[in-house]
């Protein structure tokens, strides 16, 4: 039988923890046949609501579920964990300003980060969710120094995942069928969704998205605004925002990072840039990437048009300017 992997979520008694660990506990995450145990990290304000998670989590009986940790410490939470979903935050209010919402966020991701380093598991992944997602992910990388920037990436995959969507309820086409959708860049509504290299599986073949659409202007508006802003939709709708497609989307992005994404197709992960498509090295930059024995790889050599070469440039500049309000946050 496998050894179980500790899997460490923090921000867990928000919404996104509430539906993303028992689908961790459920093998969604890491496989059906790998026993976890989680680590559960929230603030002492939450504490309370985090046990009622636990008592829960037992309540459930999951098979695989080997023993929780809830947690306030975040030294405890850190400690041999393979796997570590940042969730936790700080979140931006009404009337604040952005430098005092990254002002936080940098300070948690600091601190996140050398607990990390020190206490976590030799070549434990990290993927950061909670927003500024990229830029928390950088912070975390600047201050985690010695895990390597190949285990350390910021979720995208929702916003992937929405794109996906869009095609299918558009051509009236299985979700499943529709593949290799790119999200270049920031996720914010400055991301830019990239359907040129994206096709759809029909009874003759594959077929490239444009050609079945066959609408370049719904394809360069309202499809690219709509992902854009599905956050925002889904605030408006529920008064609350993404829960359940975050936490599905968080687990899609570790299975295919530790088990591969299949032959033929691609995913796109947030990623310490390497300079690929003239994207600035050194910003977390969302890239289509293949993964293959737990190693994500950028896809190189899709064809850039000018059209996306102005959105990828202009997400960018976004990052490189989030990028410099962190470092101005930095005490
Ligand atoms: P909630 O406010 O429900 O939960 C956040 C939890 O984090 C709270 O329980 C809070 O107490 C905890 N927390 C705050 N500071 C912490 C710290 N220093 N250590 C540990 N825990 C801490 O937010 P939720 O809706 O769950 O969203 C969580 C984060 O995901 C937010 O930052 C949100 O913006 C971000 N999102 C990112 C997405 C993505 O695709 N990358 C999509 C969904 C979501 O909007």
Known sequence: AKQPVRVLVTGAAGQIGYALVPMIARGVMLGPDQPVILHMLDIPPAAEALNGVKMELIDAAFPLLKGVVATTDVVEACTGVGVAVMVGGFPRKEGMERKDVMTKNVSIYKSQASALEKHAAANCKVLVVANPANTNALILKEFAPSIPEKNISCLTRLDHNRALGQISERLKVQVCDVKNAIIWG????????????????TPSGEKPVRELVKDDAWLNGEFISTVQQRGAAIIKARKLSSALSAASAACDHIRDWVLGTPEGTWVSMGVYSDGSYNVPAGLIYSFPVTCRNGEWTIVQ???????????????????SEEKALAYSCLS
């Open 301 to 319: 050599g899709l064809p850039i048009d000018e059209f996306s070469r102005k959105k990828m440039d202009a997400t960018a500049e976004e990052l």
């Open 186 to 201: 920031n996720h914010s509504s400055s991301q830019y969704p990239d359907v040129n290299h994206a096709t759809v599986k």
